[in-house]
């Protein structure tokens, strides 16, 4: 599903996101990706979804190798992988229907297909009920919620949560966590890019630990050590 050979991201001569690193990542896994500040995680990202491209190795994601995808085909990469940041960015004059709706209207999807699609991704997050209401007024975990589904429109093979949580409190934390889960028990490979220990202790799933762009440590059921 997701192969990275050799694969380095040097931004100058003394700043290096990745160095060398070799990680493959299989159909429906669930994967933590952790480490402090300045690791490398959020270049990883960047070059999951072609962001960035690589200063040398390869990347895999499915069938494409994505090392010097064309920008003209890095939408239709992006219809694939479902990204969730931390921050919301949702349309603030949009109700939560229509920001989900949104998504597949830039991509020229056709009414009948985003009438069918929507209601299905928002009764996947248990946003159904507010599928009127505006940005300001749901709960930091509400609009998290809202920006999963927003992923979700397009089926992705993958859904990446960069630091999905940092904003919210304990419990809206453990609500996105478990949406997560359940979207990962539908057969999507999750990856969460996170710093928070608690969370990673308790999914007892794959670990990957960056430390100064490389891989340190990766264990099917690890923990966060550092």
């Keep these: 599903m997701i192969n990275l050979k050799g694969v380095s991201k040097k931004y100058s001569k003394d700043s290096v996101g990745l160095d060398n690193i070799d990680l493959c990542i299989e159909a429906g896994e669930f994967v933590s990706i952790v480490g402090q500040s300045g690791t490398g995680k959020t270049t990883l ?14 990347i895999e994601v499915g069938d494409w190798d994505i090392t010097n995808i064309p920008h003209r085909h890095i939408p239709f990469l992006r219809r694939q992988i479902g990204v969730v940041f931390q921050d919301f960015k949702l349309l603030p004059t949009k109700t939560v229907r229509e920001n989900v709706a949104f998504a597949l209207q830039v991509a020229g999807e056709s009414r009948h297909r985003i ?11 248990g946003l159904s009920q507010k599928h009127d209401r505006y940005p300001h007024q749901l709960s930091g975990g509400e609009q998290q919620r809202v920006v ?14 960069d630091e999905p949580t940092g904003n919210l409190d304990s419990i809206n934390t453990q609500e996105i966590i478990e949406i997560l889960k359940k979207i990962n028990e539908f057969g999507t490979t999750v990856l969460l890019v996170t710093h928070n220990r608690e969370i990673v202790n308790q999914l007892r799933d794959r670990v990957v630990t960056l430390h100064d762009g490389k891989i340190i440590a990766d264990e099917k059921e690890g923990k966060y050590r550092l």
């Design 148 to 161: 999963i589904a927003r992923s979700l429109v397009h089926r992705p093979k993958i859904l990446i949560g």
């Design 115 to 125: 009438f069918d699609v929507v209601p299905k991704v928002l009764d996947i997050v």
């Design 45 to 58: 990202v960047k070059l999951l979804i072609a962001e960035e491209k690589p200063t040398s190795g390869t």
